[in-house]
């Protein structure tokens, strides 16, 4: 590295300095009405030099002798490139470029290219789109506007992750995250879980709702975002961006602005509440059946006959709501019930009956309105040779659940200098600070939804306080310290109790910073270095107070997580007119890349003096440590080679070598190949005049690779540790003790890269001179010899081989629209549809493995099985005449389960979460400073576990489960198993069978302690509006008399309408949040539906 | 300018040429797991990797089948009515073989390697004891061919008496390999059960020779090895847990963090019909201050440091009663099964005097005419709580009497684990071809045929 860096001092220093002989070129810029365009870039071709063109649309150029010609280049202008000659003025006029056929847009490693020119689907979004939609999380702000791109948020709460998924799932166990680009510097967006990393990725099932890192990104700095879907658009980054990439630019300063700053400030206050919550009962108590003897179901010697809803209060730790009605019982009215206010609960008969008992609504005291406050203040200036754009944020939220809060803070300022008129150096720097208090969720004893949901409708969570709750210690927590549950102490955390005794709160600080160096040696040849760097640290710790139900004796821990990226890219570029006709460029690069992460995590255990949470007051604490560390270096090429500015021809080539791979083959080639012929610039005789304004075919090869996971190659010791998926478990040093073990993954030195390959077509056209335009894509994409840990027969001492096999194919069309009725100053519509569907296939697993687990439960889950999509469902289900395919009902008069159906002692699949497509329609309106907007997103199709209601069932508080008391005959077919465990049916269904707490809560009634996931497995379809905006600039004629030069005012909403045939929360959920394990909703945080109101001026 | 491009270029080929070290391969080997280790550092984790599971799954599914439990909530409601599923077994299986087991392979095999006998003799001791569990727990096991990583990936099934067979070598080489004159490593502080006391080693031995050749009706091998076990409850081969979280013991952190068990009506029963000075130790009274199904588990084992038993001083005079028993020697018999009681209360911390009294009260001394299996394996029962050995007891001699909680039959065995039917199911099902069938848990394994 030392060496790397001298070695480029030295070229710097040798043509550091320039002397030159110049003079001025000035001019004005107008479109084809003769208005003075401002603000068109002029560049001195093959320099840095360069301006903007300012009010009138003039502009001063100083230009270095030697200087050829000048390029003017703007939004929505067609690019123009003029020779300079001996001319001193040059007045230009652009042509509207309507099908913004030659935007440039920043392609992999920051180049610029004109989107016409590119042979593979690429979609950018503006800046303004992101902001307008007042997301904490960029990554939601893209959700519905890009085609082929699925954005899954994972809970409503503050700061939490959101899944992105491009063109499917592609790697069976490794990353599918797209590869983050921040101005041509990769950023890291994963999302590390916190707690015993002993029990690795379950940490993913409780816990809290982590954020993944791309939050830390203030939106408002965005100037654009450009989605590469395809390996082909993505080959230069190798082997980062084989999911591919997210290419955010942010703002730069504005040359030649002179001694005016462009300053804008927004501020923004946002009110949110939960969308969509399960509906539960409000009719029956807590309690169970009890029989004449006070057995209970279960207990040897229960006699069902005698059996009867019985109250069963918190004193006696009853979990279910299997009771009696509520207008069966009463309260007495005393004050010696320390579990209720108004009194023990007595039967409605009885002579101390005092008040009717009636139902608590424990969801909507929990809940409350959450509110975030943001504001974002940003500067922009420069003058002839240099720039800068300095902004600062801050956003403040707190969440629908008690205590949730999330806070970010950033800096950035970027600034870019001609240093002479050869060297350009810019560069950016920007910090971050995030974090906040996270809430306890899913499969968690001290989840709050898990306890929330749980609990009686008889019995008050927030002991008479209602909403104020939270505030009131008494609501949950009794003199003695002790908590205050509908079981009395045990079974969950009263959800009150959670939000207050057992925060996790993470801190992250976070620098993100690039430096540039551009040299322009000739017009044909120049040199880009750029080094960038991410480095963060995230300070996590959670308490579990004393008598909290996850850990009765109090824990609390520290999860110290440092993160560094370092990239340096050498880049030359020649720029060549072969002939008249046709141009290439060649660029050369060299990349090294450096990840380098640690962590350092502390438990301890037993608590001492209770309200304190420092390590030194537990009796036991361990430590686990984290360190990983990867290197890649890479040589790559990119040709492109244009035949009249209408075909176009771009291959590239990578070498990469990665530490991951083993030593003696570690080394690798890829590349890709991409065609674009504008076949309206080819033929212009044909379509001069013809209704067809502009037309482009493209298609595109390309091949990827992918290295190992760190550390897979060999198979080392590991201290010991183990656990049996019930408790915590043990782990080593155990007293006094060390112990180590063997891993339980066997590493291989039989690895060769993963690869992808793909193939895709594209057609865009526009019409009637851009009144409409569309864009069509289809692709086909392999991947194989996909690296991932199998499992393999524990009788063979390992859990785990790492194999180099299984193939997953994606097959997708893409189609957007965009049409524009109306296009007046005065008045605007535009309506533009994405629409997008991706078939995925695990075509392969490894020889002998069918099915490979992605995470989930046991019993419920979610998996990679051969000839069937990624992420499917699997569990169990009811057993199928194999004659008519129907469900067998138990006809045994014998069987406790006698009218009920048969269990399938197999494993079934239910559907899996991808969706049949995706569609995002948004029509924007403008008229007299109005802007209206609105988004709606569809998802049709996918499926959702829903494993909270398959819970509920069994504890009883389900709505549905008031259907206790009512017969049914199930559909089916009537069978048993014969004494030869043969199948034995007898004719269409009649038995009428009791729907009661025997076949609901301790049959295979319910998802919970019975083995069905059949019912529990729901159409996870939906139709939101997902975005609305209404946004009104202040006319001049008010502005001029304030400070200001422009104001805006702005309303967003967000899911504010939702039509969902999902009976849980809102669908949009992730239990293990960004990971591929998507389709879990097991006492999932809700979603929620926000209101933005935010007020924009500009200096 | 053309000397500024070749300038250009060659610095390019510089850099490509110091960047050749940037790649170095031996960052790929996690600096945080070493790739060797010492016997100091194996041996206590198998001792640990055991214990945890006998006091895990092993311990409470067997004990609710015995009915020296209950299981009252969620997962454990099903099993107790024998809602007993391939996944339900799989972490159990999975964690005996690739973690228990495995690493005593690895310490037997590396113990050989450096000439440390002592070493291997305890290694050898905790697999026979390891893979005894397992086989009585399913039958059929693979042994011979497991731990082989790669080189086997789907090990065949031995059979029963294979395994059994195996068992005795395993204690056999572990008896002269614990009395070898030197040792290269000797354990010491390390050894998490007997800080290295080879004596005490040697008698644990025995006392597993005594278990294992008792359930194949060698009363005489069993007796012969009694002669040689544990002579005292201080000499019980127990693992003690600690204080601190990680460390806790397993039965303590089920029952806090899940609780979903309470104590069993027919164990609840004999107790509180002998009126059993033991009550205290096994059970928390119920709401209404009785000692019944509706009680916890008690202090002796609702605790962080409470020990796991493999085998006790106790069981010894137990199985030298029923052997005597066999032999027509009633004395004898009768003797064992009172001393029997007295280590079973010592070793719970019953006072002296209230073990003699408990020994005089008439529903316990029925003298030597009135013994019989019953009463000893009744008694064994109640001594043996919280380990698997009563399962094993109760499907030899069917004592005490227990009524099936649902259905008409009592599980005889664990279904094989869902990893084994998707991994290696060929070889499982050479093996036991039954295996999936619904009544597969009430069959009887091989030496459950002999009784």
């Given at each position: 590295?030392k060496?790397?860096?001298?070695?480029?001092?030295?070229?710097f220093?040798?043509?550091?300095?320039?002397?030159?002989?110049?003079?001025?070129?000035?001019g004005?810029?107008?479109?084809?009405?003769?208005?003075?365009?401002?603000?068109?870039?002029?560049?001195?071709?093959?320099s840095?030099?360069?301006?903007?063109?300012k009010?009138?649309?003039?502009y001063k150029?100083?230009?270095?002798?030697?200087?050829?010609s000048?390029?003017?280049?703007?939004?929505?202008?067609?690019?123009k490139?003029?020779?300079?000659?001996?001319?001193?003025?040059?007045?230009?006029?652009?042509?509207?470029?309507?099908?913004?056929?030659?935007?440039?847009?920043?392609?992999a490693?920051?180049?610029?290219?004109?989107?016409k020119?590119?042979?593979?689907a690429?979609?950018?979004?503006?800046?303004?789109?992101?902001?307008?939609?007042?997301?904490?999380?960029?990554?939601?702000?893209?959700?519905?506007?890009?085609?082929?791109?699925?954005i899954?948020?994972?809970?409503?709460?503050?700061?939490?992750?959101?899944?992105?998924?491009?063109?499917?799932?592609?790697?069976?166990?490794g990353?599918?995250?797209?590869?983050?680009?921040?101005?041509?510097?990769?950023?890291?967006n994963?999302?590390?879980?916190?707690g015993?990393?002993?029990?690795?990725?379950?940490?993913?099932?409780?816990?809290?709702?982590?954020?993944?890192?791309?939050?830390?990104?203030?939106?408002?700095?965005?100037e654009?975002?450009?989605?590469?879907?395809?390996p082909?658009?993505?080959?230069?980054?190798g082997?980062?961006?084989?999911?591919?990439?997210?290419?955010?630019?942010t703002?730069?300063?504005v040359f030649?602005?002179g001694?005016?700053?462009?300053?804008?400030?927004?501020?923004?206050?946002a009110?949110?509440?939960v969308?969509?919550m399960?509906?539960?009962q409000t009719?029956?108590?807590?309690g169970?059946w009890?029989?004449?003897?006070?057995?209970?179901?279960?207990?040897?010697?229960?006699?069902?006959?005698?059996a009867?809803?019985?109250?069963r209060?918190?004193?006696?730790?009853?979990?279910?709501s299997?009771?009696?009605?509520?207008?069966e019982?009463?309260w007495?009215?005393t004050?010696?019930?320390?579990?209720?206010?108004n009194?023990?609960v007595?039967?409605?008969?009885d002579?101390n009956?005092?008040?009717p008992?009636?139902p608590?609504?424990?969801?909507?005291?929990?809940?409350?309105?959450?509110?975030?406050?943001?504001?974002?203040?940003?500067?922009?200036?420069?003058?002839?040779?240099?720039?800068f754009?300095?902004?600062?944020?801050?956003?403040?939220?707190?969440g629908?659940i008690?205590?949730?809060q999330?806070?970010?803070?950033?800096?950035?300022l970027?600034?870019?200098?001609n240093?002479?008129?050869?060297f350009?150096?810019?560069?950016?720097?920007?910090?971050?600070?995030?974090?906040?208090?996270?809430?306890?969720?899913?499969?968690?004893?001290?989840?709050?939804m898990?306890?929330?949901?749980?609990t009686?409708?008889?019995?008050?969570?927030?002991n008479g306080?209602?909403?104020?709750?939270?505030?009131?210690?008494?609501?949950y927590?009794?003199?003695?310290?002790?908590?205050?549950?509908?079981?009395?102490?045990?079974?969950?955390?009263n959800?009150?109790?959670?939000?207050?005794?057992?925060?996790?709160?993470?801190?992250v600080?976070?620098?993100?910073?690039?430096f540039q160096?551009?040299?322009?040696?000739?017009?044909?040849?120049?040199?880009?270095?750029?080094?960038?760097?991410d480095n963060?640290?995230?300070?996590?710790?959670?308490?579990?107070?004393?008598?909290?139900?996850?850990v009765?004796?109090?824990?609390?821990?520290?999860?110290?997580?440092?993160?560094?990226?370092?990239?340096?890219?050498?880049?030359?570029?020649?720029?060549?007119?072969?002939?008249?006709?046709i141009?290439?460029?060649?660029?050369?690069?060299?990349?090294?890349?450096?990840?380098?992460?640690?962590?350092?995590y502390?438990?301890?255990?037993?608590?001492?003096?209770?309200n304190?949470?420092?390590?030194s007051?537990?009796?036991g604490?361990?430590?686990?440590?984290?360190?990983?560390?990867?290197?890649?270096?890479?040589?790559?090429?990119?040709?492109?080679?244009?035949?009249?500015?209408?075909?176009?021809?771009?291959?590239?080539?990578?070498?990469e070598?990665?530490?991951?791979?083993?030593?003696?083959?570690n080394?690798?080639?890829?590349?890709?190949?991409n065609?674009?012929?504008?076949?309206?610039?080819?033929f212009?005789?044909?379509?001069k005049?013809?209704?067809?304004?502009?037309?482009?075919?493209?298609?595109?090869?390309?091949?990827?690779?992918?290295?190992?996971?760190?550390?897979?190659?060999?198979?080392?010791?590991?201290?010991?540790?183990?656990?049996d998926?019930?408790?915590?478990?043990?782990?080593?040093?155990?007293?006094?003790?060390?112990g180590?073990?063997?891993?339980?993954?066997?590493?291989?030195q039989?690895?060769?890269?993963?690869?992808?390959?793909?193939l895709?077509?594209?057609?865009?056209?526009?019409f009637?001179?851009?009144?409409?335009?569309?864009?069509?894509?289809?692709?086909?994409?392999?991947?194989?010899?996909?690296?991932?840990?199998?499992?393999?027969?524990?009788?063979?001492?390992?859990?785990?081989?790492?194999?180099n096999?299984?193939?997953?194919?994606?097959?997708?069309?893409?189609?957007?629209?965009?049409?524009?009725?109306?296009?007046?100053?005065?008045?605007?519509?535009?309506?533009?549809?994405?629409?997008?569907?991706?078939?995925?296939?695990?075509e392969?697993?490894?020889?002998?493995?069918?099915n490979?687990?992605?995470?989930?439960?046991?019993?419920?889950?979610?998996r990679?099985?051969?000839?069937?999509?990624?992420?499917?469902?699997?569990?169990?289900?009811?057993?199928?005449?194999?004659?008519?395919?129907?469900?067998?009902?138990?006809?045994?008069?014998?069987?406790?389960?006698?009218?009920?159906?048969?269990?399938?002692?197999?494993?079934?699949?239910?559907?899996s979460?991808?969706p049949?497509?995706?569609?995002?329609?948004?029509?924007?309106?403008?008229?007299?400073?109005f802007?209206?907007?609105f988004?709606?997103?569809?998802?049709?199709?996918?499926?959702?576990?829903?494993?909270?209601?398959?819970a509920?069932?069994?504890f009883?508080?389900?709505?549905?489960t008031?259907?206790?008391g009512?017969?049914?005959v199930?559909?089916?077919?009537?069978?048993?198993?014969d004494?030869?465990?043969?199948?034995?049916?007898?004719?269409?269904?009649?038995?009428?069978?009791?729907m009661?707490?025997?076949?609901l809560?301790?049959?295979?009634?319910?998802?919970?302690?019975?083995?069905?996931?059949?019912d529990f497995?729901?159409?996870?379809?939906?139709?939101?509006?997902?975005?609305?905006?209404?946004?009104?600039q202040?006319?001049?004629?008010?502005v001029?008399?304030?400070p200001?030069?422009?104001?805006?005012?702005?309303?967003?909403?967000?899911?504010?309408?939702?039509?969902?045939?999902?009976?849980?929360?809102?669908?949009?959920?992730?239990?293990?949040g960004?990971?591929?394990?998507?389709?879990?909703d097991?006492?999932?945080?809700?979603?929620?539906?926000?209101?933005?109101?935010?007020?924009?001026?500009?200096? | 300018?053309?000397?500024?491009?070749?300038?250009?270029?060659?610095?390019f080929?510089?850099?490509?040429?110091?960047?050749e070290?940037?790649?170095?391969?031996?960052?790929?080997?996690?600096?945080?797991?070493?790739?060797?280790?010492?016997?100091n550092?194996?041996?206590?984790t198998?001792?640990?990797?055991?214990a945890?599971?006998?006091?895990?799954?092993?311990?409470?599914?067997?004990?609710?089948?015995t009915?020296?439990l209950?299981g009252?909530?969620?997962?454990?409601?099903?099993?107790?009515?024998?809602?007993?599923?391939?996944?339900?077994?799989d972490?159990?299986?999975?964690?005996?073989?690739?973690?228990?087991?495995?690493?005593?392979?690895i310490l037997?095999?590396?113990?050989?390697?450096?000439?440390?006998?002592?070493?291997?003799?305890?290694?050898?001791?905790?697999?026979?004891?390891?893979?005894?569990t397992?086989t009585?727990i399913?039958?059929d096991?693979?042994?011979?061919?497991?731990?082989?990583?790669?080189a086997?990936?789907t090990?065949?099934?031995?059979?029963?008496e294979?395994?059994?067979?195996?068992?005795?070598?395993l204690?056999?080489?572990a008896?002269?390999?614990?009395?070898?004159t030197?040792?290269?490593f000797?354990?010491?502080?390390?050894?998490?059960?007997?800080?290295?006391?080879?004596?005490?080693?040697?008698?644990?031995?025995?006392?597993?020779?005594?278990?294992?050749?008792?359930?194949?009706?060698r009363?005489?091998?069993a007796?012969?090895?009694?002669?040689?076990?544990?002579?005292?409850?201080?000499?019980?081969?127990?693992?003690?847990?600690?204080?601190k979280?990680n460390?806790?013991?397993?039965?303590?952190q089920?029952?806090?963090q899940?609780?979903?068990?309470?104590?069993?009506?027919?164990?609840m029963?004999?107790?509180?019909?002998?009126?059993?000075?033991r009550?205290?130790?096994y059970?928390?009274?119920d709401?209404?201050?009785?000692?019944?199904?509706e009680?916890?588990?008690?202090?002796y084992y609702?605790?962080?440091?409470?020990?796991?038993?493999?085998?006790?001083?106790?069981e010894?005079?137990?199985?030298?009663?029923?052997?005597k028993?066999?032999?027509a020697?009633?004395k004898?018999?009768?003797?064992?099964?009172?001393?029997?009681?007295?280590?079973s209360?010592a070793r719970?911390?019953?006072?002296?005097a209230?073990?003699?009294?408990f020994?005089?009260?008439?529903a316990?001394?029925?003298?030597?005419?009135?013994?019989?299996?019953?009463?000893i394996?009744?008694q064994?029962?109640v001594a043996?709580?919280?380990?698997?050995e009563?399962?094993?007891?109760?499907?030899?001699?069917?004592?005490p009497?227990?009524?099936?909680?649902?259905?008409?039959?009592?599980?005889?065995?664990?279904?094989?684990?869902?990893?084994?039917?998707?991994?290696?199911?060929?070889s499982?099902q050479?093996?036991?071809?039954?295996?999936?069938?619904?009544?597969?848990?009430f069959?009887?394994?091989?030496?459950?045929?002999?009784?």
């Amino acid at each position: 590295m030392k060496t790397f860096i001298t070695s480029l001092l030295v070229v710097f220093l040798c043509f550091g300095v320039m002397q030159a002989q110049e003079r001025t070129v000035s001019g004005k810029v107008t479109n084809e009405k003769g208005e003075p365009l401002i603000g068109v870039t002029v560049m001195v071709k093959g320099s840095a030099v360069g301006t903007y063109t300012k009010s009138g649309g003039t502009y001063k150029l100083t230009v270095p002798r030697g200087a050829k010609s000048l390029i003017f280049r703007v939004v929505g202008m067609k690019t123009k490139e003029i020779e300079i000659g001996t001319k001193d003025e040059i007045n230009v006029v652009l042509e509207e470029d309507v099908v913004r056929t030659e935007e440039i847009v920043v392609t992999a490693i920051g180049l610029e290219r004109e989107k016409k020119s590119i042979g593979y689907a690429i979609e950018d979004i503006k800046g303004s789109r992101i902001s307008e939609s007042k997301t904490t999380n960029v990554l939601n702000a893209l959700t519905g506007k890009v085609a082929g791109v699925q954005i899954t948020n994972s809970a409503g709460t503050s700061g939490s992750s959101a899944f992105i998924k491009i063109r499917g799932i592609s790697s069976i166990t490794g990353s599918n995250q797209p590869l983050f680009i921040v101005d041509g510097i990769p950023i890291d967006n994963s999302m590390s879980y916190s707690g015993n990393p002993d029990d690795g990725s379950n940490n993913l099932l409780y816990g809290v709702a982590y954020s993944n890192r791309a939050i830390d990104i203030n939106p408002d700095d965005i100037e654009s975002i450009t989605v590469l879907k395809g390996p082909a658009a993505t080959a230069l980054y190798g082997i980062r961006a084989a999911s591919g990439a997210i290419v955010i630019t942010t703002k730069k300063g504005v040359f030649g602005l002179g001694e005016k700053i462009n300053v804008n400030f927004t501020s923004t206050m946002a009110f949110d509440e939960v969308n969509k919550m399960p509906e539960l009962q409000t009719t029956y108590a807590q309690g169970q059946w009890v029989d004449a003897n006070g057995k209970r179901y279960g207990q040897s010697g229960f006699d069902i006959n005698t059996a009867k809803p019985t109250y069963r209060g918190p004193t006696t730790g009853e979990a279910l709501s299997w009771g009696p009605k509520f207008s069966e019982l009463a309260w007495d009215g005393t004050s010696n019930n320390r579990f209720d206010k108004n009194g023990n609960v007595v039967s409605a008969t009885d002579p101390n009956a005092k008040i009717p008992m009636k139902p608590y609504n424990n969801v909507d005291d929990f809940f409350r309105t959450g509110t975030a406050y943001t504001q974002s203040l940003s500067m922009a200036g420069g003058g002839d040779f240099s720039s800068f754009y300095l902004s600062l944020s801050n956003q403040k939220k707190s969440g629908v659940i008690p205590r949730d809060q999330f806070e970010r803070s950033t800096v950035k300022l970027t600034g870019e200098s001609n240093i002479s008129r050869n060297f350009k150096a810019s560069g950016s720097i920007s910090y971050t600070k995030s974090g906040g208090t996270r809430i306890q969720q899913g499969s968690n004893t001290s989840g709050v939804m898990l306890g929330l949901l749980r609990t009686p409708p008889s019995f008050d969570n927030s002991n008479g306080f209602g909403e104020d709750a939270a505030d009131k210690p008494e609501a949950y927590m009794f003199a003695n310290g002790t908590q205050r549950t509908y079981r009395g102490g045990g079974g969950y955390d009263n959800p009150f109790w959670t939000v207050n005794r057992n925060p996790f709160n993470d801190d992250v600080n976070r620098f993100i910073g690039y430096f540039q160096l551009n040299y322009y040696i000739t017009d044909w040849f120049d040199v880009m270095y750029r080094v960038g760097l991410d480095n963060y640290t995230d300070k996590r710790k959670q308490i579990f107070a004393l008598y909290s139900r996850t850990v009765p004796t109090g824990r609390t821990f520290e999860h110290n997580i440092t993160s560094n990226q370092f990239t340096s890219d050498l880049i030359l570029t020649f720029t060549q007119k072969l002939t008249e006709d046709i141009g290439a460029k060649l660029l050369v690069g060299n990349n090294l890349f450096e990840d380098y992460s640690t962590s350092l995590y502390v438990q301890a255990d037993n608590i001492i003096i209770p309200n304190f949470y420092h390590i030194s007051n537990f009796s036991g604490a361990f430590q686990r440590e984290g360190k990983d560390k990867l290197r890649r270096m890479a040589l790559y090429g990119d040709l492109t080679v244009d035949y009249l500015e209408w075909l176009y021809f771009n291959g590239t080539i990578r070498w990469e070598k990665s530490t991951t791979l083993p030593k003696d083959n570690n080394a690798f080639v890829y590349g890709s190949a991409n065609l674009s012929f504008v076949f309206t610039d080819a033929f212009k005789d044909v379509f001069k005049d013809s209704f067809v304004s502009f037309g482009k075919l493209r298609t595109n090869y390309a091949v990827v690779g992918k290295d190992a996971p760190m550390y897979s190659t060999t198979t080392p010791f590991t201290a010991s540790t183990l656990a049996d998926g019930w408790v915590d478990g043990i782990s080593f040093p155990f007293l006094n003790a060390v112990g180590y073990a063997k891993d339980g993954v066997l590493g291989t030195q039989e690895l060769k890269p993963e690869k992808t390959t793909s193939l895709e077509f594209g057609l865009n056209m526009a019409f009637l001179d851009g009144l409409f335009d569309v864009d069509l894509t289809y692709y086909d994409s392999k991947s194989v010899d996909q690296i991932f840990a199998v499992r393999i027969a524990r009788t063979t001492g390992y859990a785990f081989r790492i194999v180099n096999a299984g193939e997953i194919s994606n097959k997708g069309f893409e189609a957007i629209l965009n049409i524009h009725p109306f296009r007046g100053d005065d008045f605007s519509w535009t309506f533009s549809l994405n629409f997008s569907t991706n078939k995925n296939m695990v075509e392969k697993l490894a020889p002998g493995i069918e099915n490979l687990f992605i995470g989930g439960f046991q019993g419920s889950n979610i998996r990679a099985v051969a000839g069937k999509p990624y992420g499917t469902i699997f569990g169990f289900g009811f057993l199928k005449d194999p004659a008519t395919g129907k469900t067998v009902i138990d006809d045994d008069p014998n069987s406790p389960n006698y009218g009920y159906p048969i269990l399938d002692q197999n494993e079934k699949d239910f559907g899996s979460a991808n969706p049949d497509w995706l569609m995002g329609i948004n029509n924007t309106f403008s008229f007299a400073g109005f802007t209206l907007s609105f988004l709606f997103d569809i998802k049709q199709g996918g499926v959702m576990w829903n494993g909270t209601k398959g819970a509920l069932y069994y504890f009883g508080t389900h709505k549905e489960t008031e259907i206790r008391g009512t017969t049914k005959v199930f559909d089916g077919v009537k069978g048993h198993f014969d004494q030869d465990d043969k199948l034995v049916t007898s004719g269409p269904n009649d038995i009428a069978a009791k729907m009661d707490q025997a076949w609901l809560a301790f049959g295979n009634g319910n998802g919970f302690i019975g083995s069905n996931t059949e019912d529990f497995v729901e159409d996870a379809s939906w139709v939101r509006l997902r975005e609305l905006s209404l946004s009104y600039q202040l006319p001049k004629s008010i502005v001029e008399y304030t400070p200001f030069s422009e104001i805006g005012l702005t309303f967003t909403g967000r899911n504010l309408w939702l039509s969902t045939p999902y009976t849980g929360i809102d669908p949009e959920t992730s239990l293990t949040g960004a990971s591929n394990a998507q389709g879990l909703d097991y006492f999932n945080m809700p979603g929620v539906r926000s209101y933005n109101f935010s007020i924009n001026v500009k200096f | 300018m053309k000397n500024k491009i070749i300038l250009i270029l060659a610095t390019f080929l510089l850099v490509l040429t110091a960047c050749e070290q940037w790649v170095d391969p031996g960052l790929n080997n996690d600096p945080t797991k070493p790739s060797d280790v010492s016997l100091n550092v194996l041996l206590p984790t198998t001792q640990a990797y055991y214990a945890f599971l006998q006091g895990g799954d092993v311990f409470r599914f067997s004990n609710m089948f015995t009915q020296h439990l209950t299981g009252i909530l969620r997962q454990h409601a099903g099993i107790y009515q024998y809602v007993f599923t391939e996944s339900d077994v799989d972490n159990l299986w999975n964690s005996l073989y690739a973690d228990a087991m495995q690493n005593m392979n690895i310490l037997i095999e590396k113990s050989k390697a450096s000439s440390s006998p002592y070493y291997q003799g305890m290694g050898e001791v905790m697999m026979a004891l390891a893979i005894g569990t397992t086989t009585d727990i399913w039958g059929d096991v693979p042994f011979s061919e497991a731990f082989k990583g790669e080189a086997n990936l789907t090990p065949k099934y031995d059979t029963q008496e294979q395994i059994y067979n195996k068992i005795f070598e395993l204690l056999n080489s572990a008896i002269a390999n614990l009395a070898a004159t030197s040792s290269t490593f000797t354990p010491a502080g390390d050894d998490l059960i007997f800080k290295g006391d080879k004596a005490k080693w040697t008698k644990a031995a025995y006392s597993l020779l005594a278990r294992y050749y008792l359930h194949l009706k060698r009363y005489d091998d069993a007796l012969n090895a009694v002669s040689k076990a544990q002579a005292a409850v201080g000499d019980d081969f127990i693992f003690n847990f600690g204080t601190k979280g990680n460390e806790a013991n397993p039965i303590y952190q089920f029952m806090e963090q899940r609780g979903d068990i309470s104590m069993g009506s027919v164990l609840m029963k004999i107790m509180n019909d002998a009126n059993d000075p033991r009550l205290p130790f096994y059970a928390e009274k119920d709401d209404n201050d009785e000692y019944s199904e509706e009680s916890t588990i008690g202090p002796y084992y609702y605790r962080s440091e409470a020990p796991i038993h493999f085998t006790t001083y106790a069981e010894m005079k137990f199985i030298e009663a029923e052997c005597k028993l066999a032999k027509a020697d009633k004395k004898g018999a009768y003797d064992a099964y009172i001393e029997g009681i007295k280590a079973s209360c010592a070793r719970y911390g019953v006072a002296q005097a209230d073990i003699d009294a408990f020994v005089t009260n008439p529903a316990i001394a029925v003298g030597e005419n009135n013994i019989d299996l019953e009463k000893i394996m009744t008694q064994k029962y109640v001594a043996m709580y919280c380990t698997p050995e009563t399962w094993v007891d109760w499907r030899r001699t069917n004592f005490p009497k227990l009524n099936p909680i649902s259905g008409n039959q009592i599980p005889r065995r664990f279904p094989y684990a869902q990893s084994e039917r998707l991994f290696n199911g060929a070889s499982l099902q050479a093996a036991v071809p039954d295996a999936g069938s619904a009544n597969f848990i009430f069959s009887e394994m091989w030496w459950d045929k002999m009784w």
